[in-house]
């Protein structure tokens, strides 16, 4: 059991319910749900078998979320279909797809929600303590620094994620309610993925000693699941100018030893996933029949 109890003047329980978003990445899925089922009381996936720029998921999708389910890593699936809502954008897409897993927690009787892709891990005591600070604290919203990864889960950004000068922050576990959804227009009190923006009134920030997301930026199993990564995000603008088979190749073929951007640092596998590396080739574009 793991509901959290509060401090004793507040004499209250927190339920956490995590929800992992999927189209790509399902070779992180399974090392994903694990890294949290003994630290959660409910884990929903939500998936989608087309992505928002209209590609097809890769035909392991499936498959692996079938695996989860009879490993009992997850509790509930859901499919979020982006063709029902045309014209819309993919951070009000994603902020919905999102949202589908707030659903779900609030039908478990969850009252905290973290969402998260597959590619994102935290270390097993910084979440226990943070969970139990928030159950203390009573914060409705708390967010983290991010700590990227390139290539291979050994290579480490030197430093934290940044965005347009800004320091980057990912949403951590949020207080929910009924009615709730995430939205990508509302303001918020500091820079992050604008699909994980909830309303806030008594917002926490755990310092970079306390809490970071550990992002498997582009730690991928081969060139397609990297492929995949660049021609489908959300935030596909960012690489727009380039060939995603070309930017593939380049993190594929990353060595620090030989290239000196972006600047890593060499650490242990501390999440284990360096097994899920397959030595492949790049697909064709016809046989990945892209649009992008």
């Excluded at 790509?24 to 630290?39: C, F, G, M, Q, T």
């Excluded at 060595?255 to 060499?266: F, G, K, L, N």
Aim: aromatic share 10%.
């Amino acid at each position: 059991m793991t509901t959290v109890h509060t401090a004793a003047k507040h004499g209250t329980t927190i339920r956490v319910s995590a929800s992992i978003n999927l189209f790509n990445a399902e070779e992180l899925l399974a090392p994903a749900l694990a890294s949290l089922r003994p630290h959660v009381d409910h884990i929903s996936v939500v998936y989608q078998t087309v992505s928002y720029w209209g590609n097809p998921a890769a035909a392991t999708l499936l498959p692996a979320i079938d695996g989860a389910l009879a490993r009992g890593l997850a509790d509930d699936v859901a499919q979020y279909r982006p063709e029902a809502f045309p014209g819309d954008t993919p951070k009000r897409h994603e902020a919905r797809k999102r949202t589908l897993g707030l659903d779900m927690a609030l039908a478990r009787k969850a009252t905290h929600f973290l969402s998260l892709d597959t590619d994102e891990f935290y270390r097993p005591e910084e979440f226990c303590r943070a969970k139990q600070a928030i159950a203390a604290g009573g914060f409705d919203v708390t967010v983290c620094r991010i700590q990227d990864y390139h290539s291979r889960p050994v290579y480490q950004y030197r430093d934290l994620a940044r965005y347009r000068d800004l320091d980057l922050y990912v949403p951590f576990i949020c207080r929910v309610r009924e009615g709730l959804a995430f939205d990508s227009t509302l303001d918020f009190f500091c820079a992050v993925d604008p699909s994980r923006r909830l309303p806030f009134a008594r917002p926490h920030v755990f310092r970079p000693g306390e809490l970071v997301m550990h992002h498997m930026t582009t730690v991928r199993c081969d060139r397609r699941s990297l492929i995949s990564k660049f021609a489908n995000a959300s935030s596909r603008w960012v690489w727009q100018v380039e060939d995603p088979r070309k930017l593939a190749d380049l993190v594929w073929n990353f060595d620090p030893r030989y290239h000196s951007a972006p600047p890593v640092t060499v650490v242990a596998d501390e999440f284990q996933l360096g097994a899920i590396r397959q030595e492949s080739c790049a697909e064709s574009s016809a046989d990945l029949q892209l649009t992008y």
